[in-house]
């Protein structure tokens, strides 16, 4: 038999609860965030949403589902330009790894990331894009008391971190760890991350990632549990 299953599946049927609820029907020990955990960490619409009720800093979005897309594309248009605005991007909600993922300036821009986004997703999520961001992120391990590691930085000459940036350029990303931040700046990552850890029930390990504003203002981006 088995001692314990340590999940690295990165993705679909890995990273969003279903294995895990494999593995606690069949009564085996895994490592890791629980079903709930997982679940919602790859649901972008819900991780937001319940970190905005627990009073973190998240981007401004507005989260659609396809069928509505499809039969009404030119009311979901207006309605997102509207909120959250543009420039915007437009990402499937329960997908990895930037698949997906599109910027939008204009209107026209805007459909075209929303059709993508449908491809492969019934859920879309469209969020407020913030110009040139930091990209910074961190480690988190533990189960109600988490330990926050020291935060690091992703820089990239990409357009935004997409697909091709993070594992088809021939400049590879450079970490930077730790990341160039204040002191002060530190501790906050440190403290919105255990906060977004716990708003979301999460145990093990996961990594939770942040943007930060030309303003040094950081808004909460995703969680990846296992084996984020």
């Not at 926050?148 to 357009?159: D, F, N, T, Y």
Request: charged share 25%; proline share 7%; aromatic share 6%.
């Amino acid at each position: 038999g088995l001692d314990v299953v340590f999940p690295i599946l990165h993705g679909t049927y890995g990273e969003d609860g279903t294995v895990q609820g494999l593995l606690e029907m069949a009564n085996v020990p895994y490592v890791g965030a629980g079903v709930t955990g997982s679940a919602v960490g790859m649901d972008k619409a819900l991780m937001k949403a319940l970190w905005r009720a627990a009073g973190l800093p998240v981007l401004p979005e507005r989260a659609l589902l396809r069928h509505r897309l499809e039969t009404e594309p030119e009311t979901v248009v207006a309605e997102c330009v509207r909120y959250p605005g543009l420039p915007c991007f437009v990402k499937p909600a329960n997908l990895g790894s930037s698949v997906g993922i599109r910027r939008a300036d204009t209107e026209e821009e805007l459909l075209a990331a929303l059709r993508h986004a449908a491809e492969f997703d019934r859920k879309i999520l469209v969020e407020q894009a913030v110009e040139l961001p930091r990209e910074l992120e961190v480690g988190v391990i533990g189960n109600d008391i988490p330990e926050v590691s020291v935060p690091g930085e992703i820089v990239h000459r990409g357009p935004f971190y997409d697909y091709q940036t993070k594992y088809l350029s021939a400049e590879n990303p450079e970490p930077r760890v730790p990341a160039p931040l204040t002191e002060a700046q530190d501790q906050e990552i440190r403290r919105l991350a255990a906060d977004a850890w716990k708003a979301l029930d999460l145990n093990g390990l996961a990594r939770v990632d942040f943007l930060m504003d030309a303003d040094g203002t950081l808004w909460l981006s995703e969680v990846n549990t296992m084996p984020g």
